[in-house]
């Protein structure tokens, strides 16, 4: 089984508004992801969790808070969000240490989120 | 410099077509390297891992050239259903994946 489930798979939010996007794997790994995609363009990280301690941001605004709150899931905060902030929101998680040959990361469906 | 280099196209080509992708990485100690799919307004989706001796999966083959610093995909007799864009990722430390831009590929009747 290498799947990951997203929640919800669509959301739209005004600027003001409060949101969590959710994320779930059982396929035991220990490394998660949250990854922003616009149109044409390659997913671009945010954050990493590894065994639950967030790992990397790489220099996401604090509208955006990652929680892992344990080893299978991973939630995404969203608050006082902006326009351009509109995008598919994709998790992944990968084994407890990627870099062996073949070891990999598997993506959820996507949140697609769009902020008026 | 970017740690992953790809061409994005688009290839477009006729079904039956042999159609190659390249892509270039710049940390020598990468060790993991793949090729994603990704469908129109969907997730990616692993198409395959590219192991040092080559590794092919019925149409598709994938080749490592570490010297080069160099990752190819072949596609053989081309299918409409293969039109996608075609993601490398190559793993760098820790658990940090990088991705190439993707290679659209369209695929014509």
């Known amino acids: ?116 | 410099r970017k740690e992953v280099e790809q061409d994005p196209g688009p290839f477009n080509v006729p079904e039956g077509a042999t159609v190659a992708f390249n892509c270039t990485y710049s940390n020598s100690a990468s060790q993991s390297f793949f090729w994603y799919r990704q469908d129109c307004r969907k997730e990616p989706k692993l198409l395959m891992s590219v192991y040092s001796s080559g590794n092919e999966d019925g149409r598709f083959t994938a080749q490592l050239n570490r010297a080069s610093q160099y990752i190819s995909l072949l596609i053989r007799d081309s299918k409409l259903s293969d039109s996608a864009t075609y993601l490398c990722v190559v793993n760098g430390e820790g658990n940090q994946f990088y991705f190439g831009t993707g290679t659209s590929l369209t695929v014509i009747p």
């Open chain 1, 1 to 116: 089984d290498t799947e990951v489930t997203q929640t919800p798979k669509h959301l739209v939010m005004g600027m003001t508004n409060k949101k969590s996007l959710k994320c779930e794997q059982h396929m035991g790994h220990r490394a998660m992801y949250w990854y922003k995609q616009k149109a044409k363009k390659p997913p671009e990280l945010m954050f990493v969790y590894s065994y639950e301690k967030l790992s990397i941001n790489e220099s996401v605004p604090s509208r955006f808070s990652p929680e892992c709150p344990n080893s299978s899931l991973l939630n995404l905060h969203l608050h006082a969000l902006q326009p351009e902030d509109s995008a598919l929101y994709l998790c992944a998680s990968s084994p407890p240490s990627p870099g062996q040959e073949g070891d990999t990361q598997y993506f959820g469906p996507g949140t697609r989120l769009t902020v008026l």
